[in-house]
């Protein structure tokens, strides 16, 4: 069965950091390309992130550019998301999902492309 458990969500102060991490279990990251998505109260689940474990090649929803950074670590098949300079407008539960679509697809970053969701992690930034 393929899983994802996200963990590191936590109440932070405008202008702080957080990491999230995000394990798969039940497959072969390099196989898919592995998104991070959010979704804020009201309103509709946004992508975020985007990362090909097997070239390391990551895209960026042009909200969060410059502030988040996504990496793996493929021997733990781990996922994070490195979040600095967190805003009020950041709150939100953040998941990561699969997507067996080609790069060119799945960097849209549309969550009807990707599957496996997990159940997500609370991040909540006060101003």
């Known amino acids: 069965e393929v899983q994802f458990v996200e963990s590191g969500g936590a109440l932070v102060q405008a202008g702080g950091s957080l990491r999230l991490s995000c394990v798969g279990s039940?497959?072969?990251?390099?196989?898919?390309?592995i998104g991070w998505f959010r979704q804020a109260p009201g309103k509709e689940r946004e992508g975020v992130s985007l990362?090909?474990?097997?070239?390391?090649?990551?895209d960026y929803a042009d909200s969060v550019l410059g502030r988040f950074s996504m990496s793996s670590n493929g021997p733990k098949n781990t996922l994070y998301l490195q979040m600095n300079n967190l805003k009020p407008e950041d709150t939100a539960v953040y998941y990561c999902?699969?997507?067996?679509?080609?790069?060119?697809?799945?960097?849209?970053?549309?969550?009807?492309?990707?599957?496996?969701w997990g159940r997500g992690t609370q991040v909540t930034v006060s101003s």
């Open positions: 039940g497959l072969n990251l390099d196989d898919y390309n």
């Open positions: 990362i090909s474990t097997s070239d390391g090649d990551t």
């Open positions: 999902a699969a997507s067996t679509r080609p790069w060119r697809v799945a960097s849209r970053l549309s969550p009807a492309n990707f599957g496996f």
